[in-house]
DNA sequence: ATGGGTACCTGTCTGC
DNA sequence: TGCAGACAGGTACCCA
């Protein structure tokens, strides 16, 4: 999937098309991760805020509006049940959303159409991982109950070498499992992952407890440097990604070990290395990370 | 509380 | 060419 750095391109490049805009009406294709929760037409008529990012979730807030337009046509105006909400989106392992003024008609892959007047919002994802979820606030259910659990994000300030340290401390599983279980820090998937660990020079196999307070400061250097140059990338795009105009991502062609096994480190020249670890390839070079 | 495995779904690539 | 199997950017949930 969109990691953070995805997601993030994502939320950039959709706010300002977004906000303000008017909901006319939705299309829902195959069903997602998640039901909607909501009947979608108490959707229409309603008006979307800022578009927000926490973790690699979008959140799109939507509350009545009362334009002189919607009064003047009742058959707009919003209903008696509508109330303020949003739409908490994920976009899986495959999925991107693309915003345009007329969309081609709906592929297989092309799940939910959320047609505002000033354009078509639409989310394609082939393997359906994704989800697009009604919640009537951040902070009430179910959006809050996908949130909970998630950790800092990485640009967070109370996110310290100290904290980090603290809260690997507890933890004897690989450091690039704990990594990606994001209820520490937020953002890393399986690609950065693994180039944040090599930046960071750690052997990804390293139990997260036996990393120490100098080598949390490096990681969270490394963490900060990765996503930030991939998000000014554009993102990484290896098969499904791109932003919600179309255009790719470039940061895959600057990957120092994922998807590299068997080719040259561009740092020392050993061979780059693919491993396992909880059911996801590790990429990492022998030379260059320790325990 | 932590850790490991499974499940969800579909497309693409590899090797026989 | 056909087919089986592995693999792919995520994460909730179950059980030990």
Same mark, same amino acid.
């Given at each position: 999937?969109?990691?953070?750095?995805?997601?993030?391109?994502?939320?950039?490049?959709?706010?300002?098309?977004?906000?303000?805009?008017?909901? !006319?009406?939705?299309?829902?294709?195959?069903?997602?991760?998640?039901?909607?929760?909501?009947?979608?037409?108490?959707?229409?008529?309603?008006?979307?805020?800022?578009? #927000?990012?926490?973790?690699?979730?979008?959140?799109?807030?939507?509350?009545?509006?009362?334009?002189?337009?919607?009064?003047?046509? =009742?058959?707009?105006?919003?209903?008696?049940?509508?109330?303020?909400?949003?739409?908490?989106?994920?976009?899986?392992?495959?999925?991107?959303?693309?915003?345009?003024?007329?969309?081609?008609?709906?592929?297989?892959?092309?799940?939910?159409?959320?047609?505002?007047?000033?354009?078509?919002?639409?989310?394609?994802?082939?393997?359906?991982?994704?989800?697009?979820?009604?919640?009537?606030?951040?902070?009430?259910?179910?959006?809050?109950?996908?949130?909970?659990?998630?950790?800092?994000?990485?640009?967070? =300030?109370?996110?310290?070498? #100290?904290?980090?340290?603290?809260?690997?401390?507890?933890?004897?599983?690989?450091?690039?499992?704990?990594?990606?279980?994001?209820?520490?820090?937020?953002?890393?998937?399986?690609?950065?992952?693994?180039?944040?660990?090599? #930046?960071?020079?750690?052997?990804?196999?390293?139990?997260?407890?036996?990393?120490?307070? !100098?080598?949390?400061?490096?990681?969270?250097?490394?963490?900060?440097?990765?996503?930030?140059?991939?998000?000014?990338?554009?993102?990484?795009?290896?098969?499904?990604?791109?932003?919600?105009?179309?255009?790719?991502?470039?940061?895959?062609?600057?990957?120092?070990?994922?998807?590299?096994?068997?080719?040259?480190? !561009?740092?020392?020249?050993?061979?780059?290395?693919?491993?396992?670890?909880?059911?996801?390839?590790?990429?990492?070079? =022998?030379?260059? #990370? !320790?325990?």
């Amino acid at each position: 999937m969109p990691e953070l750095p995805e997601v993030e391109v994502t939320r950039a490049t959709l706010a300002g098309r977004l906000c303000g805009a008017t909901l !006319r009406w939705v299309r829902l294709g195959k069903p997602l991760r998640w039901p909607l929760g909501c009947e979608p037409s108490i959707l229409v008529g309603l008006r979307a805020g800022e578009l #927000q990012r926490r973790g690699k979730y979008l959140w799109l807030p939507l509350a009545p509006a009362a334009t002189p337009c919607d009064v003047h046509d =009742p058959s707009r105006a919003p209903s008696a049940t509508a109330h303020a909400g949003g739409l908490l989106m994920h976009l899986g392992m495959s999925g991107s959303l693309n915003f345009s003024l007329a969309p081609p008609p709906p592929g297989p892959h092309d799940h939910v159409d959320l047609a505002f007047d000033q354009g078509v919002l639409r989310l394609t994802d082939p393997r359906r991982f994704g989800a697009v979820v009604w919640s009537d606030a951040l902070h009430r259910p179910p959006a809050s109950r996908l949130l909970e659990r998630l950790g800092l994000e990485p640009f967070d =300030p109370r996110l310290t070498a #100290q904290a980090l340290h603290q809260a690997l401390a507890s933890r004897r599983t690989p450091i690039k499992v704990a990594l990606m279980a994001g209820d520490i820090v937020v953002g890393a998937g399986n690609i950065y992952a693994s180039e944040i660990l090599f #930046q960071a020079g750690i052997d990804p196999r390293t139990p997260a407890q036996r990393i120490g307070l !100098r080598r949390c400061e490096r990681l969270l250097v490394a963490l900060r440097q990765v996503l930030a140059r991939a998000i000014e990338l554009g993102g990484s795009t290896l098969r499904d990604f791109h932003d919600a105009h179309g255009v790719d991502g470039v940061f895959q062609d600057e990957a120092q070990v994922y998807g590299r096994e068997g080719q040259v480190c !561009r740092r020392c020249g050993a061979r780059v290395r693919r491993i396992v670890q909880a059911q996801r390839s590790t990429f990492y070079c =022998p030379a260059c #990370q !320790r325990r």
